[in-house]
Each structure stands twice: as C-alpha cells, then as structure tokens.
C-alpha cells in the first residue's frame, strides 16, 4: 500500500527566533527528502517567536503567518502540500495545533491567557487538533516536564531532534494513557539527516484531513530518517 509522508513539526525564519532557513528552502529540502508534505508548526507569541510582542494583536498574527505563506508559495511551486500549524508554549509543555489558521487567530486573541484545558477545549470545538510536543523533553528554557494525557488529542512520541531516552519516556507515557502517537523534526534549518514525520495512508487534502485522522485514531505510520531502534517506528530510510 501506498503511503504518504508528512513533517508535522518544522520553524522558519523570521517567524520562528531560533531557525535560520526561509520558506522555499524549507519546502525545497522537504521535496527533496521524498516528502508530500509538511505543517509549519512556527513558535507562537509565548515561545521563542520572531515576532516583535509588542505590536498589535492583528500585525502579529499577521508577521507570523508569513512563515507558512512562504513555505505554501514555494510548495505550491514544486508539488509540495503545505499546511498551517503552530507550537503553543505553557512553561514547562509545549502543543502543536493543526488545523486552524490566520482567520482563527485573528479572532483568538485571548488564546495566549486559557487555561490548557480550557484552550483544548477551545481548539477542539472549533475543529483543530492539539497534540502535545515532545513531552519529556529537558531544556532550560522548558521550566517542568508536564503532561496532559486528558488535555490533548496525542502525543509527538518521537521528535527526532530529541535526545532518544526522552523520546522513549514519551512512547512508554503514550501507551500507558492510550494517547495517539505522531512523529516530527523540529527542523530549524537545512541539512538535518535525521527527519521524522508520519506516514499516511492518503495524500491530505486539508489540514482538516489531518485533524480528522488524528481525532478519530485512525491507524498511521511513524517514520525516521535514521534507525534509533524504536518499536513504534514502522519504516526509516536505511
Ligand atoms: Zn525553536
Ligand atoms: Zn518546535
């Protein structure tokens, strides 16, 4: 059976402050690792965002957005499905959410202030996806390992930037809730030899699609680039 390979978790800049490639060249080297797709998933305000915090709501959203607007001009240039997303920063838990975009966040402001249970339900009604980044990641910029098993529709159980005990922590927390497991980089630049991402069993039409899978559990494949010996991976390119 066919399969379809998508980047669930990736920065640009100067969206992201911490990555270093523009839009084309991220979308470019996605292409040529043999992807169908990729979500930007860029730091919002509360991460380590690019964007000025001190300008209006609206400009903000706006600067922010032009990440993924140039990662989707590209795509749509060489055959690359390109789709909005965001990683949402609460002390020591970061969210990826899918599924929304510019219109939503302009109408969102008080995203940055909910509660996560009160922003998973939020994000939930109004058709994303929110899924728990690299849960048992250890960073100093990430004041607690917290987790959300009732607040979340799935865990990013391997992001290959991780170091790969904190990745194992994160599947054996994953099965233990029953939480739905995906795969991402975290790319911030080019010529990363160990990308991640999920396995498809159709080409997306929407982030909407994705969403879907994701809320309804539907079965998918994890992918690396490299061998780390996990048991959840079920294709990598060696
Ligand atoms: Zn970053
Ligand atoms: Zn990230």
Request: net charge negative; hydrophobic share 35%.
């Amino acid at each position: 059976m066919k399969q379809y390979l998508y980047e669930t978790h990736c920065h640009t800049s100067p969206a992201s402050a911490c990555a270093s490639w523009r839009g084309a060249e991220l979308a470019d080297y996605y292409k040529s690792k043999g992807y169908n797709g990729v979500f930007v998933t860029d730091h919002f305000f509360n991460g380590n965002t690019g964007i000025d915090r001190s300008l209006p709501w609206e400009q903000k959203v706006i600067q922010f957005c032009q990440g993924f607007e140039e990662v989707k001009s590209r795509g749509e240039k060489i055959g690359l499905d390109v789709f909005f997303g965001l990683e949402y920063n609460r002390n020591g838990a970061e969210f990826l959410i899918y599924g929304l975009g510019k219109q939503w966040l302009l109408e969102h402001p008080e995203i940055l202030e909910l509660r996560i249970p009160d922003l998973f339900s939020l994000v939930s009604m109004s058709g994303g996806a929110f899924v728990q980044a690299h849960p048992f990641r250890q960073a100093p910029y990430l004041e607690r390992i917290c987790v959300y098993p009732k607040y979340c529709h799935g865990a990013e159980v391997i992001n290959t930037a991780n170091a790969v005990e904190w990745n194992e922590n994160a599947i054996w927390y994953a099965k233990r809730m029953g939480l739905y497991m995906t795969c991402g980089s975290d790319a911030h630049w080019l010529g990363r030899d160990d990308l991640g991402g999920v396995l498809l069993p159709r080409r997306l039409k929407s982030a909407a699609d994705y969403v879907g899978m994701i809320i309804n559990r539907d079965p998918i494949g994890l992918y690396t680039e490299k061998d780390y010996g996990l048991d959840v991976v079920s294709k990598t390119a060696d």
